[in-house]
């Protein structure tokens, strides 16, 4: 009980200290006109502009705790590349009243199983966002990091007719906790169930017969807060699904890190694992990508997970990159530029007004 005591005396101190706060953002407030059982709050981002001809993909992405939607997507960069590549984000938050420190209550079986609770919200957000956003419905991807990630695992489980593939980040695998003794338990690697009930628990999540959402799961070799057993959990309980074999069909390097990938009866890409060597417990981002910034649980490590993932799901395709690249490089400077410019007037305002304050400055 130690243990739990600590880890909970550690995430109040995160929760009163450290939550992300994005300061004014970029989101949209989602209304939700329809069921909302997990009494979630929901954001959206559109791209500025429509580069695409037809309906929009849709990103859903799911905050760690201690975090919210503005605060993640503002440490994520994912609105950002949205707007560079034209494909529409969700964001469901969490609310203190469901729980205090801002975690999806991935450890309930009441917010898990298809239609009931939290999922079932998130379902519900999805449909608003195909049906009012001009969304392709069978473009709908989804991620999450830590209680986030572990979510996510549970929204494919629960729906894998909805998604075409899940990131999960620092998560955990689906139905292996019951109770929040249990779900630290998990978070720490010990009791996991045998890789045959984690298979069956997914299995029988819904009656789906496939295909499959492909699974990318990303976390740091160095995580102290999940273990690194429960990526290694999360591939076996997908295995089962994508019929793929036991051992990897290939394993390389990307920006320096690892990444294993099996592939199906097709020779198609079902399941990555990408293994950050050396890090902690957070998403994996790249400041100098121009996506994303660091802050509590969002670690520059010089690897983009977003613009990684996105790739994988074909939303950002590298012939279209480079063709875009060249057209914005002005403008992106420009901006940037600019962006300089008011950091430091602001900063320059503040310390002005301080010293005026103290009487130093007139």
Known sequence: MRSLSDTLHRLQRYRTNSVMDAGPTRLKRLEIATANPGNLLGWYYPPETNQRSGPLPLVVVLHGCTQTAAGYDAGSGWSKLADEFGFAVLFPEQSRQNNPNLCFNWFSESHIERDRGE???????????VS???IDP?????????????????????YPEVFSGGAIIAGLPYGVASSVPEAFDRMRGHGMPSRERLQERLRLASTHVGPWPTISVWHGAADKTVDELNARAIIEQWKVMHEVADRPARSDAIDGYERHTWTNKTGADAIELHRIGGMGHGTPI?????????APYMLDVGISSTEHIARSWGLTPSFERRARSDARAATSNE?????????????QDVIESALRSAGLLR
């Not at 790249?286 to 660091?294: A, E, H, M, P, V």
């Not at 901006?335 to 900063?347: F, I």
């Open 335 to 347: 901006r940037r530029s600019d962006d300089r410019k008011e950091a430091t007037s602001y900063v």
């Open 132 to 134: 009012d956003h001009g």
């Open 119 to 129: 999922v079932r919200s998130i379902r519900e957000m999805i449909d608003r966002m």
């Open 286 to 294: 790249d400041t100098s990508s121009g996506y994303g910034s660091q």
């Open 138 to 158: 069978k473009r709908v991807f989804i991620t999450g990091l830590s209680a986030g990630g572990a979510m996510a695992n549970a929204m494919l489980a629960a």
